[in-house]
């Protein structure tokens, strides 16, 4: 570590405001001077510094056995970290692009998910990487991967949607003895409406604890990633319009899920919405609509509604995109309905 910490990763220190990527960034960072074990691999995020820039500076910093280039082979590089977990280092994988996850199923589902049942031992990586769509980056740079791993035991799935819960979000990945699959909506890196000013301490936030985003007595709205923004505009619509107030949980972990604060929540306001980004058969709608179903469904005072992307590939055309992507107006609309119900 010939090299002085990178400028851009001490805006924390110097009480400026950091985008949802600049915390993601302060969180490896972070993570990697706490802890000799915790080590970075990926395509192109060392001379490079990441597609995105999330690791930029890292190379110059730590050097090239703890920030790793790799060849474009997901199953290839993802298969080593799990020898090198194995071996008691921790590595945290970057996919380029999350879409790109698929070739490394194998070894992520079948060897790394099931390392612990077996009696492996822990496998504490991080596969960590954009997803979403809104950026017309067609159907190979906009999926989101949540779905695709939330049916295999062992794994931990998180989905931030502010800076503050992405830097302490990473830091407890990172710290988890388990699997993590940790998205990062693309849409979010830098949106200037995120910035925050971060706290200079150290921090997490544990995973499988959802929060509140806004309390309301009518109407839970259930949601996560890029769709906590859009809900909160269609919640605040829905005040200004309707007089109906809507309850937002952000469930930042979808495995763990916090069950508990959905069901307290419903109890309350007798009516839900479940709203994602993900498509819409097999999303993770349907999963907590069964789960209600069988724990509080004499609280419902309404159908379970959920807002989503419609069943297709994500289109090249922004038009297309425009309308295959859930919009606040889907949102406002869907809560009305609930609202008279």
């Given at each position: 570590m010939?090299?002085?910490?990178?400028?851009?990763?001490?805006?924390t220190?110097?009480?400026?405001?950091?985008?949802?990527?600049?915390?993601v960034?302060e969180?490896?960072?972070?993570?990697m001077?706490?802890?000799?074990?915790?080590?970075?691999?990926?395509?192109?995020?060392?001379?490079?510094?990441?597609?995105?820039?999330?690791?930029?500076g890292?190379?110059?910093?730590?050097?090239?056995?703890?920030?790793?280039?790799t060849?474009?082979?997901?199953?290839?590089?993802t298969?080593?970290?799990?020898?090198?977990?194995?071996?008691g280092?921790?590595?945290?994988v970057?996919?380029q692009?999350?879409?790109?996850?698929?070739?490394?199923?194998?070894v992520?589902?079948?060897?790394?998910?099931?390392?612990?049942y077996?009696g492996?031992?822990?496998?504490?990586i991080?596969?960590?990487g954009?997803?979403?769509g809104?950026?017309?980056g067609?159907p190979?740079?906009?999926?989101?991967?949540e779905?695709?791993?939330f049916?295999?035991?062992?794994?931990k799935i998180?989905?931030p949607?502010?800076?503050?819960?992405?830097?302490?979000?990473?830091?407890?990945?990172i710290?988890d003895?388990?699997?993590?699959?940790?998205?990062?909506?693309?849409?979010?890196?830098?949106a200037?409406?995120?910035?925050?000013?971060?706290?200079?301490?150290?921090?997490v936030?544990?995973?499988?604890?959802?929060?509140?985003?806004?309390?309301?007595?009518?109407l839970?709205l259930?949601?996560?990633?890029?769709?906590?923004?859009?809900?909160?505009?269609?919640?605040?619509?829905?005040?200004?319009?309707?007089?109906?107030g809507?309850?937002?949980?952000?469930?930042?972990?979808?495995?763990?899920?916090?069950?508990?604060?959905?069901?307290e929540?419903?109890?309350?306001t007798g009516?839900?919405l479940?709203?994602?980004?993900?498509?819409?058969?097999?999303?993770?709608?349907?999963?907590?609509?069964?789960?209600?179903?069988?724990?509080?469904?004499?609280?419902?005072?309404?159908?379970i509604?959920?807002?989503?992307a419609?069943?297709?590939?994500?289109p090249?055309?922004?038009?297309l995109?425009?309308?295959?992507?859930?919009q606040?107006?889907?949102?406002?609309?869907?809560?009305?309905?609930?609202?008279?119900?």
């Amino acid at each position: 570590m010939n090299h002085p910490a990178p400028k851009h990763l001490k805006k924390t220190a110097r009480g400026e405001p950091v985008t949802l990527l600049e915390a993601v960034s302060e969180g490896l960072f972070e993570e990697m001077v706490r802890d000799d074990s915790v080590f970075l691999m990926g395509e192109d995020i060392g001379v490079y510094g990441g597609a995105f820039k999330v690791t930029r500076g890292f190379l110059d910093y730590f050097g090239d056995l703890r920030v790793i280039d790799t060849p474009i082979a997901e199953g290839g590089f993802t298969g080593a970290a799990a020898g090198a977990a194995h071996m008691g280092l921790r590595p945290v994988v970057e996919m380029q692009f999350m879409d790109f996850i698929s070739p490394a199923y194998d070894v992520l589902t079948n060897y790394i998910a099931t390392s612990l049942y077996r009696g492996a031992g822990p496998m504490p990586i991080v596969v960590r990487g954009p997803v979403g769509g809104g950026n017309r980056g067609g159907p190979f740079h906009s999926q989101n991967v949540e779905m695709a791993f939330f049916h295999t035991p062992g794994f931990k799935i998180v989905y931030p949607s502010t800076a503050y819960d992405a830097k302490g979000l990473i830091k407890a990945a990172i710290r988890d003895d388990n699997p993590v699959i940790f998205e990062e909506h693309k849409a979010l890196y830098r949106a200037p409406t995120l910035r925050e000013v971060l706290p200079d301490e150290d921090y997490v936030v544990p995973l499988g604890k959802a929060r509140t985003v806004r309390e309301g007595s009518d109407l839970t709205l259930v949601t996560y990633g890029a769709m906590v923004h859009k809900s909160v505009e269609a919640a605040r619509k829905l005040d200004q319009e309707d007089g109906v107030g809507v309850e937002i949980i952000d469930l930042r972990t979808l495995l763990p899920l916090d069950e508990d604060a959905i069901v307290e929540s419903l109890k309350r306001t007798g009516r839900i919405l479940i709203v994602h980004e993900d498509t819409r058969t097999g999303g993770i709608a349907g999963e907590i609509a069964i789960r209600l179903n069988e724990r509080a469904f004499e609280w419902l005072d309404a159908p379970i509604l959920r807002v989503t992307a419609i069943d297709s590939p994500v289109p090249y055309a922004g038009s297309l995109e425009d309308y295959f992507l859930p919009q606040v107006e889907d949102i406002v609309t869907a809560g009305r309905y609930l609202a008279a119900y």
